[in-house]
């Protein structure tokens, strides 16, 4: 019940194009889910988060798609660029608890 | 300024030696993390810190011991290297709150040979 399950692990997008990451959990009780992007050698860094009173949630090129009866809720990186190449985390957490439950990590790669 | 400063960036030890991992925040957080991240980029929380105090124990080897002198800081020392602790170690820090965002250091890597 605390997992939260990634995919896919890898993913390879043309610049240009939609990149989709998805992830799903099982703890109801989870309510709020981060997103991390970690490049190489660097450290994860907070991208973009949502709680389940929204659906969506939307930061320039990135935004969180939630669906809270399904308990998944989804990265899509829009017109994505080869800066973005990073392995990229999706996380749960309950609100005023210290613990993340990180997914598996999926690593983007954007061709040129 | 870095935020979270974690030293050393690289350690690389022999089997059976002891070692520790140093980590500073300057951002006035409450709470410590340590986190280890293995070859698959797997991340697993290993313990966490609030107020000096520890919070968070998951099931790691007595060989792992955290220290927190202060908010401030918290250290990790490894006992006994074996072969399956070469990893990313990561320091994080957060404010307690609502959202807890978690800031991360940048990683040292321990390989045991």
């Known amino acids: 019940q605390q997992q939260v399950k990634q995919s896919p692990q890898s993913l390879i997008v043309q610049k240009g194009g939609i990149s989709i990451i998805n992830c799903a959990y099982e703890n109801t009780a989870f309510d709020y889910f981060p997103w991390y992007q970690q490049f190489p050698g660097k450290g994860p860094a907070l991208l973009i988060a949502?709680?389940?009173?929204?659906s969506e949630k939307k930061e320039g090129r990135f935004t969180i798609s939630f669906n809270k009866s399904a308990k998944q809720f989804s990265l899509h990186i829009m017109d994505s660029q080869p800066g973005d190449s990073a392995t990229y985390f999706c996380a749960a957490s309950i609100r005023g608890t210290y613990k993340y439950i990180f997914g598996t990590g999926t690593r983007l790669k954007v061709l040129a | 300024d870095t935020a979270v400063s974690q030293t050393p960036k690289y350690l690389v030890t022999q089997m059976g030696n002891d070692k520790s991992i140093k980590c500073e925040q300057n951002?006035?957080?409450?709470?410590m993390y340590w986190y280890k991240q293995d070859s698959k980029k797997f991340l697993k929380i290993m313990f966490s810190y609030n107020n000096k105090e520890l919070i968070i124990n998951e099931t790691v080897p007595n060989r792992f011991s955290p220290k927190s002198p202060d908010k401030a800081h918290l250290n990790l020392h490894i006992n006994s290297l074996e072969l399956g602790d070469s990893a990313v170690y990561f320091c994080?820090?957060?404010?307690?709150?609502?959202?807890?965002?978690?800031?991360f250091g940048a990683g040292t890597r321990l390989s045991v040979l």
């Open positions: 951002l006035g957080h409450d709470t």
């Open positions: 949502i709680r389940p009173d929204v």
């Open positions: 994080a820090s957060s404010y307690r709150g609502e959202t807890n965002i978690q800031y």
